[in-house]
C-alpha cells in the first residue's frame, strides 16, 4: 500500500474527482468547505490539507499518520483540529477506507434542527445503513468532545456510515471513497425528499422486513452465475 504521497498518487487523483462530484452535485453548498481522507496502509491517511476543496491541486494533500501526526506536506492550521476527526473513525472501523465532511445543504438541515434523518428511503439500505443517522451533540469543532461523540455512535453502531453534527454539517465513512461519495449524494437526497414529503403528511416508515430483503435481494444478484 502507499506510504508516501508520491506513491499516493491514484488516491490524491481519486480525492481531487471526488470533490468535483461533490461541488457539481451541489453538496459543497456555497462556500465549497469540505475535507476528505483516504485509508492508504494500516496506519497511515491521505487528507485534504485545506477548508475550501473547490479547486483541489496534487499539492493540496497531507500524508498523516493514525496518531495524528502530519508525515508529509503541510496542512493549514484550522484543518489541524479536524484531524482526530478522520484518524479517530479509522482506528475504531477497520471497514473504513474513506472519510468526507460537508455542510451538503439538505442534511445540514437535519444537523442544524438536531433531527435524526430517519431510515425510511430506500436506497439507503443498499449502502449497509441499518438505522436512522444521528445526530451528535454539538462541541467545537475537532474538540475531544466533539470527536468523541463521533467516535462512540461509530463504535456502538456498526451498521452505520453517517452521523450530522449539530449546528455543524454532515460526516459520511464508508470502505472506499467512490461508495462514501455515493452515500453522501444519497443521503442528501433523502434528507431532501424527507423534507418534501412533510408537506404530504410526513414520509412513512418502511417494512420491518425491509433491511433483511434488501440485504438478500443484494446478495441474490451479487452472486456470479
Known sequence: ????????????????????????????????????????????????????????TPDDFALVGLDGTIQEGTMVPTMKEIVEMHAGLYRERPDVGAVVHSHAPHVTAFALAHRPIPLVYEPLLRFGLTEAVPVVPWAPRGSEESVSGILDQAKDHPGLFAVTLANHGVLVFAADLTTTVQLLTTLDEAAELILKATALGGAKPLPDLAIEQVRSRIKAFSVSH
Open 1 to 56: 500500500m502507499p506510504k508516501t504521497l508520491v506513491e499516493s498518487q491514484e488516491v490524491i487523483s481519486q480525492l481531487i474527482d471526488a470533490s468535483r462530484t461533490l461541488m457539481r452535485a451541489g453538496l459543497l453548498f456555497r462556500g465549497a468547505h469540505a475535507n476528505l481522507s483516504v485509508r492508504v496502509s494500516g496506519d497511515r491517511m491521505v487528507m485534504t490539507s485545506g477548508g475550501n476543496v473547490a479547486q483541489l
